[in-house]
């Protein structure tokens, strides 16, 4: 019995990041069979498989490290004030639904640090896991691209999303099995940096999922995650000590690239508009100041800025974003700027506790990086530097929207455990759990964690 529990428990996090990433695509065939709703059970199912990490929380709270205690604390601070502001404010629910879309995602972390397993075993699986839904969702998406199924059409027609091009073949910025293209583009930018110390010529499946993962990447015309994805790819290379595999990774990457357009050729071959868009969404790079949707942030950035320093207190969490249509106005009220978002909701002493969790989580992340340096263990040292990759990426994407929620949120909290309990990890000897049903084997990295 005790080793049926453990080998639950420790699959258990890899059932939660499924259901992260499912839950939306099941729910827009549910609205598509019966009609469409703006708030869906599915919207929340994702919450409440997260449920028995409160339980664990007092359990596990000194398992989890300093560094990612530290951040906690404070995070929770700043959106437990920021939610009695709201409350106040008179958007009880879409309060309620924000403090538990922006908090549960760190209790991630607790199931995490509730496996017996290592810091390499834990980095695999969770990579491993995050590598696989990539790629299939990915698969769909190019599918998604090409032919747009019925119940993605209607999700498109009936959701308010903006800027996701025409539900028509080659027309649509792909969102995969997810609830936008942004999501789903930041999702799949720090997958593939996730599994940057899993790239190697001899992990080929991880190799032939990064192809599909990156021309996904690539229609979604999503130039933040561009922009993160080379920010982070650049930061793990500098910073890994195993500077030998860095040649190989960056040999598999353009054999990738390769295949990629390829693959680009191929589905794109039935419509003469697609290299015109992407050509133009690639120039934009290089030429901001024609682009409309900088000017239209410009604009956003000023309102936010008087209205926020306006209200100093700030208007509460639901006051912003996609829970804002279950506030009083019944609208829903977006910001292309995390940062500005926070500001307005949290004011100057709610978003005060909010960057320092996020100054902390990235400072931390960097000492145990410069602690990991001096180690001969090497792999360690590498999962090391790709979490301060992440956190940088986190730091650029909150820019452009909110990315410290939900399934980005899970994912945030998931590199950060690898920081905060490094050391207690490389320490832990592997149990007989590990032994019989996950032993961590460098030569086999590439092995799928999911079943076949």
């Known amino acids: 019995m005790r080793r049926i529990a453990s080998f639950s428990r420790d699959w258990y996090f890899a059932a939660v990041m499924i259901v992260w990433v499912v839950a ?129 059409v209607y999700w498109v027609q009936n959701s308010d999303l903006e800027s996701i091009g025409q539900p028509v073949p080659f027309g649509l910025r792909v969102f995969g099995t997810l609830n936008s293209y942004s999501t789903f583009a930041h999702f799949l930018s720090l997958t593939l940096v996730i599994n940057l110390p899993r790239l190697r010529r001899s992990a080929w499946v991880t190799t032939l999922l990064y192809v599909p993962c990156v021309l996904a990447l690539v229609v979604t015309l999503d130039r933040t995650s561009w922009l993160a994805l080379a920010l982070g790819t650049f930061i793990y290379l500098i910073a890994s000590p195993q500077r030998g595999r860095a040649a190989g990774n960056l040999a598999t990457i353009a ?80 910001l292309d700027n995390g940062y500005l978002a926070r500001f307005l909701e949290m004011g100057f002493w709610g978003f005060g506790a909010y960057l320092i969790a996020i100054l902390a989580a990235i400072w931390g992340t960097w000492s145990s990086y410069r602690r990991k340096a001096r180690l001969a263990d090497k792999t360690a040292s590498s999962i090391i530097a790709m979490t301060l990759a992440v956190q940088c990426m986190f730091l650029a994407l909150e820019a452009s929207t909110d990315v410290h929620n939900g399934l980005l949120g899970v994912i945030f909290w998931a590199t950060l455990l690898f920081a905060s309990r490094s050391e207690e990890m490389l320490a832990a000897a592997p149990s007989t759990h590990d032994r019989s049903v996950a032993p961590y084997r460098p030569a086999m990295a590439s092995e799928p964690f999911l079943p076949a």
């Not at 028995?52 to 530290?70: D, E, H, K, M, V």
């Not at 404010?89 to 639904?97: E, H, N, R």
């Open 24 to 152: 939306p695509g099941l729910r827009r065939i549910v609205d598509w069979l019966t009609s469409f709703h703006k708030v869906s059970v599915f919207s929340v199912l994702p919450l409440v498989v997260m449920l028995p990490g409160l339980f664990l929380l007092a359990a596990r709270w000194n398992r989890l490290g300093l560094l990612y205690r530290t951040t906690a604390s404070f995070w929770f601070i700043g959106f437990s004030y920021a939610f009695v502001i709201g409350v106040f404010s008179g958007a009880k629910v879409s309060a309620l639904y924000d403090l538990v879309t922006f908090v549960f995602p760190l209790l991630f972390g607790v199931f995490l640090a509730s496996s017996q397993l290592g810091l390499r075993a834990t980095y695999e699986r969770t990579a491993n896991t995050m590598m696989w839904l990539a790629g299939l969702v990915s698969i769909y998406a190019i599918y998604q691209y090409a032919s747009p199924p019925a119940w993605d």
């Open 255 to 334: 054999l990738a690239g390769a295949l990629l357009g390829v693959g680009l050729l191929t589905v794109t071959a039935g419509s003469q508009d697609v290299g015109t868009n992407l050509a133009q969404r690639f120039s934009t790079l290089t030429e901001l100041s024609e682009d409309t949707s900088v000017a239209s942030r410009q604009q956003q950035t000023s309102t936010a800025l008087h209205d926020g320093v306006a209200e100093p207190l700030g208007q509460g969490l639901g006051a912003v974003g996609t829970s804002s249509v279950a506030g009083a106005s019944g609208s829903t009220t977006t």
